[in-house]
């Protein structure tokens, strides 16, 4: 946790974690603890959707179970997903509460990356829940920030945590995610934005020329654009015309893979992008006032960690005159926990019973 946000926090128990390295097929698992609450959590990005059920014990612990990922691609609209989730449960939740990529308004959300239209009380109907919640997926990710103990994260710049001041939860995923986090007493509030969709603000020649490449097909170059994983493999080409490489598309998984072998362009493509990131992340925290620290988060962020935690990238964040030394001092984490979002979500949910 960063230093200065209040020791409290939920315990938490995953029964299901995501990312495990053998399949997990469902279960009835057995446990002495009385659940007094329960809902249904889902997280739900442009590559993937992700759904439990969250229970709160009376001794306000969350219990994640029935963990499922699904591909957003492989369903035309959201209803049909969540209706596939909620038939293979036993137990039948009330409530659901869902965090969503992209901006919520009147219980709606339009999905950035997606072209789906998330409607709570459409969704109360089709799957029989009494109550549908949607919140931003990075809102939920910083909600779970407070809850998750310290081998959820990676550090990479120590600092000193301002108690008072906004934390920035931010990354790259599919897109770029954004969402400020603040303290009001015991309890806290998030602000989610679209800093992903402010224009990317190149720092170097190489980026500048790359920029360049990029603006022949789309003349607003976003944060989203250059630092996301749907435009990654625009990035890789842009960064083959520049150098004279030959260029081939690849997965995402794909180009980190050769990445991390030194292999070009792609070691390459992937410096870049981390600078990118980090300097994209000091615009968003001299914007915001995030002297409570920098949280990265998001679907790419952790497989970018050795890039994000290089000297030069660092650098990019700091290096950010007149407000070098207030950058310095900033705690910036990598946030690993893969039940974050679904963990926020559940926060949500118990919070506002």
């Not at 995501?18 to 889902?42: C, D, H, N, T, Y």
């Not at 960064?239 to 794909?254: D, I, N, R």
């Not at 984490?333 to 979002?341: D, G, M, Q, S």
Request: glycine share 8%.
């Amino acid at each position: 946790m960063l230093r200065g946000l209040p020791t409290r926090r939920w315990g938490v128990i995953c029964l299901a974690p995501s990312e495990m390295l053998f399949p997990a097929p469902r279960a009835v698992v057995q446990f002495s603890l009385r659940i007094s609450k329960m809902i249904l959590v889902g997280d739900i990005g442009g590559t993937n959707a992700r759904f439990a059920i969250a229970m709160e014990t009376d001794s306000k612990k969350i219990v994640i179970s029935d963990y499922e990922k699904f591909k957003t691609r492989e369903f035309k609209q959201f209803d049909e997903l969540l209706e596939k989730f909620v038939v293979g449960i036993k137990h039948k939740p009330h409530k659901a509460i869902l965090a969503v990529a992209g901006p919520v308004k009147d219980g709606k959300a339009k999905f950035t990356n997606q072209n789906w239209l998330v409607d709570n009380k459409l969704i109360e109907e089709k799957c029989r829940i009494s109550s549908v919640e949607i919140v931003n997926d990075f809102a939920a990710m910083a909600m779970a920030v407070p809850k998750v103990g310290e081998e959820g994260f990676i550090e990479i710049n120590r600092g000193e945590a301002h108690a008072d001041a906004p934390i920035l939860v931010s990354g790259p995923g599919t897109g770029f995610g954004s969402c400020i986090l603040v303290s009001q007493g015991n309890s806290w509030r998030t602000l989610p934005c679209e800093g992903g969709h402010s224009l990317f603000s190149p720092r170097d020649e190489t980026q500048i020329e790359l920029v360049r490449i990029l603006q022949r097909s789309n003349p607003n170059i976003s944060v989203e654009n250059f630092c996301g994983g749907k435009g990654l493999n625009d990035l890789v080409q842009a960064v083959c015309e520049l150098k004279g490489h030959e260029y081939q598309e690849l997965s995402p998984h794909e180009i980190l893979e050769k990445s991390v072998t030194g292999e070009e362009p792609y070691a390459s493509t992937c410096t870049i992008r981390a600078e990118a990131i980090m300097s994209s992340l000091a615009n968003m925290a001299l914007v915001t006032g995030a002297r409570g620290g920098v949280i990265i988060a998001g679907g790419v962020a952790k497989h970018l960690v050795n890039f994000l935690s290089s000297k030069n990238a660092l650098e990019a964040f700091t290096s950010v005159w007149p407000h070098n030394d207030m950058l310095k001092n900033i705690p910036i984490k990598l946030l690993i926990e893969p039940t974050a979002p679904l963990l926020g979500a559940a926060a949500f949910g118990f919070t506002r019973n």
